[in-house]
């Protein structure tokens, strides 16, 4: 409830404009068919989707974005740890075609990084995408190779958020279950 009250404080709903909520059981129809207009049938062969194979998402951290009360856009978080660190995996990120450049897909992962890093048992914020749109919004470039994925990605697109700003750099190690890091 506090997730709830805490996404919803930092979004108020304006005329036009995108806000966020969380995402309940009735919006699974909107996400899926979203994630497959967004990432066509490809999308399971991506090496973020084996990520979230093994680790389960954390429903409490899937959030909606919405223009006047219709679902545009989506994203989803998934607890990792990576050499004994907890922290989270963002993604898949995707606003629907008819409402992009309005703002909800920077709303969307600003949002659940804050409500994900404002829980206190995660570190940091990881996620596989482009700079020019994720480093503007608080994301950094990782060292290449330091982070393992279960199958190939391109390091240069392996971005993290933190508090502590020297991690994007030094974070080391494979992906693995969120209850192996502290
Ligand atoms: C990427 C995506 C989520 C952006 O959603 P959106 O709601 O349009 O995003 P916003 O409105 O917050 O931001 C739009 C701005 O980001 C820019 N942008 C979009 N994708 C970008 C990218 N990959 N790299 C750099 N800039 C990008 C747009 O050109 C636009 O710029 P402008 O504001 O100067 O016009 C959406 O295009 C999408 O769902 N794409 C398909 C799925 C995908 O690629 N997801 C991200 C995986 S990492």
Redesign the pocket.
């Known amino acids: 409830m506090t997730t709830l009250v805490a996404a919803e404080a930092a979004s108020t709903p304006v005329d036009g404009q995108?806000h966020v909520r969380l995402a309940t059981p009735a919006d699974d129809v909107f996400v899926e068919d979203?994630q497959a207009?967004?990432?066509g049938p490809g999308r399971f062969s991506r090496t973020?989707f084996r990520v979230r194979e093994r680790f389960p998402i954390d429903p409490s951290l899937s959030l909606i974005?919405e223009v006047d009360g219709t679902p545009?856009?989506s994203v989803w978080m998934t607890p990792i740890s990576v050499d004994g660190q907890k922290g989270y995996l963002l993604?898949?990120?995707?606003?629907?075609?008819n409402?992009?450049?309005?703002?909800?897909?920077?709303?969307?992962?600003r949002e659940v990084a804050r409500l994900a890093l404002a829980r206190g048992d995660g570190h940091f914020v990881l996620?596989?995408?482009?700079?020019?749109?994720?480093c503007p919004l608080g994301w950094d470039i990782t060292t290449p190779g330091n982070i393992q994925f279960p199958g190939p990605v391109d390091p240069t697109?392996v971005l993290l958020m933190a508090d502590d700003k020297s991690l994007a750099k030094s974070l080391k190690g494979s992906i693995a279950a969120f209850d192996a890091g502290q």
């Open positions: 995108p979203l207009i967004a990432f973020a974005a545009c856009g993604g898949p990120l995707a606003t629907h075609p409402f992009r450049k309005r703002g909800a897909g920077k709303l969307l992962a996620l596989v995408g482009d700079q020019d749109y994720y697109r």
